[in-house]
């Protein structure tokens, strides 16, 4: 018997169905001489610091740097406490009985790195040592799975790959987990969220807000004039920006005066615009930001929807082109296209003419090619579904279609010796402009009358325009992933930019999930389209912007070496090494540094040990050394305590009278808290003794 284990139940059912594995199974599926299981995701990631005896946040335990790496199942919250997810333990007892009936295993996570992570965590942590081979497919058809399966390829051929995704896995534990306790110890209240990628993301948004906001517009002036010829009206703006409205005013009364202008000059020349390269996971998300509001995280999730559903090749590439092999079936996937109703009149004409041949390149192509249709027409899909396949059908259609092809005419004016220019366009060739059937700004035609060098033309009117310069507009999701992926173009040192060159940070299959990450950690918020920092994703950024940990170029740095590691180009065990030193000098930092983001301001010692502080979380307040027990729940009858309250208690014993509480049968009542003996919080009612915070109450 062969075992075949997929990323989810849905790829595993697709899988199944083609080699006949019909008999269902608790947590796998069986026929055919093969068995078909499947993970949910990560099923095993890296211990927590707990389980190598390290609780609570403590100085003396940072940096923390594990020998060797422990796996664990996925772990639930309970309680206060984490546990092994019970799910995860079945399903991890069920791969591991297949594991030690079969003869071999064939691997169908996903075809990218974290599918090989997925597997092998899921491999090593049960100490299995069957052979493997590699089911790499980049669709869901049934035709990709069959021809997969005949084309089965070594498993150690992917050992690099497994090595960068365990690199990077590693690298994000360590600099994670390190900076998030350092940063959280410095602040001495809450806990803050600090990350390799996330924190130079964190850094790029707050550096646009801050400039944005901290930028002081200029006014100027321009003179602009209208005049006509044939029946056409067309207006010019002067090339010249007047810094005060007097010197505008007195160009534009001369000009007024004058009452003619005069044609220097007329250049008529054709412009060629390449169509689009086909979509990259990136490339995707940015269009379906601007175009259609979707986040990042929302694009991902429909486009691997209908992966899953088999019309959409494998999401998470970084590739736009296609390899010689695939570009031979794009005739039948744009026949295909004939049927959609929305493209039939493209998907007519386009096979009776050359395609372009711009995104095919066996070079360019990386584990996976660019976003392509499959040769399933959809059915069923949601309205949101169809608009991301829409756009992917769409940017096929261009992608492979001549170019459009424009008459640029650009005419210089004179008029009371200032210059003044105009720029006409006319679209003689729509070429892949006529897929998406809507008007495209850059390509609006602004029509010009024939005009000749030393015309003269009367003026129709003239007017001073005030205008004021703009600052970098507020990053939104689709301009963050620009700077996320292109952030290599930026960097000063010329050596380090030609190394990276196009290198960004993240990866395509991540970013999306960092941009999430930074609006769970109540970092960022959405205004409209922009992305705004919060006060505490400011005060973070305020703390950390000058520190390692921010260093957009070191992290590029990092993700270039992981590249490498795939390709075998580098070694794992040095970026490892070299990661653990990074990752020293950034706790030293943060531990350094100060950060004020308490919410009162207001610091007291706690009563119970009286030598460290109180620490105020959103649901608790409680001592700072993590040796001692003391902890109050902001939640006592009903009422959220707030940081006030809780600090007349620690160092007066006791509140003024607080209004509102409930009892258990839902009563109100109002009464005054005190701090007990055994240092927890009981009720003082008026001309009554205090009641303890116990279910046998003195009465």
């Known amino acids: 018997m062969k075992v075949i284990i997929a990323e989810k139940p849905s790829v595993a059912q697709a899988v199944a169905s083609v080699v006949g594995a019909r008999q269902r199974k608790e947590g796998y599926l069986m026929g055919g001489g093969y068995a078909v299981t499947w993970a949910f995701g990560h099923l095993v990631g890296l211990a927590m610091p707990e389980s190598y005896g390290l609780s609570g946040f403590r100085r003396e335990h940072l940096p923390i740097l594990p020998q060797e790496f422990r796996l664990v199942p996925r772990q639930v919250r309970e309680g206060k406490a984490y546990k092994d997810d019970p799910g995860v333990v079945r399903q991890l007892g069920v791969i591991r009985e297949l594991f030690d009936r079969c003869e071999s295993i064939i691997v169908a996570t996903d075809a990218g790195r974290?599918?090989?992570?997925?597997?092998?965590?899921?491999?090593?942590?049960?100490?299995?040592?069957?052979?493997?081979?590699?089911?790499?497919?980049?669709?869901?058809?049934?035709?990709?799975?069959?021809?997969?399966?005949?084309n089965l390829r070594e498993g150690s051929l992917y050992d690099s790959l497994y090595l960068s995704a365990k690199a990077r896995s590693e690298a994000d534990w360590l600099v994670g987990i390190n900076s998030s306790q350092a940063l959280s110890l410095a602040a001495g209240q809450g806990v803050f969220s600090l990350g390799r990628v996330q924190t130079p993301t964190l850094a790029m948004i707050c550096s646009r807000y801050r400039e944005n906001r901290q930028f002081e517009p200029r006014t100027y002036f321009r003179i602009k004039l209208s005049a006509a010829k044939d029946g056409i009206v067309f207006s010019a703006l002067s090339q010249n920006r007047f810094d005060d409205l007097d010197t505008a005013t007195a160009k534009f009364r001369e000009i007024k005066d004058g009452g003619t202008l005069a044609v220097t000059s007329v250049e008529h020349r054709e412009a060629v615009q390449?169509?689009?390269?086909?979509?990259?996971?990136?490339?995707?998300?940015?269009?379906?930001n601007s175009k259609l509001d979707f986040s990042a995280d929302k694009t991902l999730t429909l486009a691997q929807s209908l992966y899953e559903k088999k019309v959409l090749s494998y999401p998470r590439t970084g590739s736009c082109y296609i390899s010689e092999d695939v570009f031979d079936e794009i005739p039948?996937?744009?026949?295909?296209?004939?049927?959609?109703?929305?493209?039939?009149?493209?998907?007519?004409?386009?096979p009776d003419a050359p395609l372009n041949r711009r995104p095919v390149d066996d070079a360019k192509v990386t584990d996976h090619h660019a976003l392509l249709i499959t040769e399933n027409l959809p059915e069923g899909l949601s309205q949101d579904e169809q608009a991301i396949y829409e756009m992917v059908?769409?940017?096929?259609?261009?992608?492979?279609?001549?170019?459009?092809?424009?008459?640029?005419?650009?005419?210089?004016l004179s008029a009371g010796g200032e210059i003044f220019t105009i720029k006409g366009v006319v679209v003689k060739s729509a070429g892949w402009r006529a897929v998406r059937?809507?008007?495209?700004?850059?390509?609006?035609?602004?029509?010009?009358?024939?005009?000749?060098?030393?015309?003269?033309?009367?003026?129709?009117?003239?007017?001073?325009?005030?205008?004021?310069?703009?600052?970098?507009?507020?990053?939104?999701?689709?301009?963050?992933?620009?700077?996320?992926?292109?952030?290599?173009?930026?960097?000063?040192?010329?050596?380090?930019?030609?190394?990276?060159?196009?290198?960004?940070?993240?990866?395509?299959?991540?970013?999306?999930?960092?941009?999430?990450?930074?609006?769970?950690?109540?970092?960022?918020?959405?205004?409209?389209?922009?992305l705004v920092p919060t006060e505490k994703g400011l005060a973070v950024y305020d703390t950390v912007k000058d520190?390692?940990?921010?260093?957009?170029?070191?992290?590029?740095?990092?993700?270039?070496?992981l590249a490498k590691i795939e390709t075998g180009e580098a070694d794992a065990l040095s970026f490892r090494r070299n990661i653990e030193v990074y990752t020293a000098q950034i706790v030293t930092e943060l531990l350094a540094a100060t950060l004020d983001?308490?919410?009162?301001?207001?610091?007291?010692?706690?009563?119970?040990?009286?030598?460290?502080?109180?620490?105020?979380?959103?649901?608790v307040a409680k001592c700072a050394?993590?040796?001692?027990?003391?902890?109050?729940?902001?939640?006592?009858?009903?009422?959220?305590?707030?940081?006030?309250?809780?600090?007349?208690?620690?160092?007066?014993?006791?509140?003024?009278l607080v209004k509102g509480f409930k009892s258990r049968e839902g009563k109100s009542f109002d009464a005054a808290l005190v701090l007990n003996p055994d240092f927890t919080i009981g009720y003082s009612f008026p001309d009554r003794k205090p009641q303890e915070k116990k279910s046998g109450r003195k009465k």
């Open 114 to 150: 974290e599918g090989e992570l997925i597997f092998r965590y899921v491999y090593n942590y049960l100490g299995c040592t069957k052979p493997f081979a590699r089911l790499w497919i980049s669709s869901l058809t049934n035709k990709a799975i069959r021809e997969g399966l005949q």
């Open 274 to 288: 390449e169509p689009p390269l086909l979509y990259d996971l990136t490339a995707l998300q940015k269009e379906a």
């Open 332 to 350: 039948s996937r744009i026949m295909l296209l004939r049927q959609y109703p929305r493209f039939t009149a493209t998907a007519s004409v386009l």
């Open 393 to 412: 059908a769409a940017r096929l259609l261009e992608a492979f279609l001549p170019c459009c092809v424009k008459e640029m005419t650009e005419v210089t």
């Open 437 to 530: 059937g809507e008007p495209e700004e850059e390509v609006e035609e602004t029509m010009l009358p024939e005009l000749q060098t030393g015309e003269i033309l009367p003026l129709l009117a003239s007017e001073t325009v005030e205008k004021q310069t703009k600052p970098k507009p507020l990053h939104t999701e689709s301009s963050l992933l620009s700077a996320m992926e292109h952030c290599g173009r930026e960097i000063g040192d010329e050596q380090l930019r030609a190394g990276i060159r196009e290198v960004g940070i993240g990866t395509p299959a991540t970013r999306a999930a960092v941009i999430e990450t930074l609006f769970a950690r109540d970092y960022i918020r959405r205004d409209k389209k922009n």
């Open 547 to 561: 520190k390692k940990i921010a260093d957009v170029e070191m992290t590029a740095a990092w993700e270039n070496t």
């Open 597 to 619: 983001v308490a919410p009162s301001g207001e610091q007291c010692t706690c009563p119970k040990c009286r030598k460290s502080r109180i620490l105020f979380f959103d649901k």
């Open 625 to 656: 050394d993590v040796d001692c027990s003391f902890t109050l729940f902001r939640n006592k009858g009903g009422k959220i305590l707030t940081d006030g309250q809780i600090i007349e208690l620690a160092t007066k014993g006791r509140t003024p």
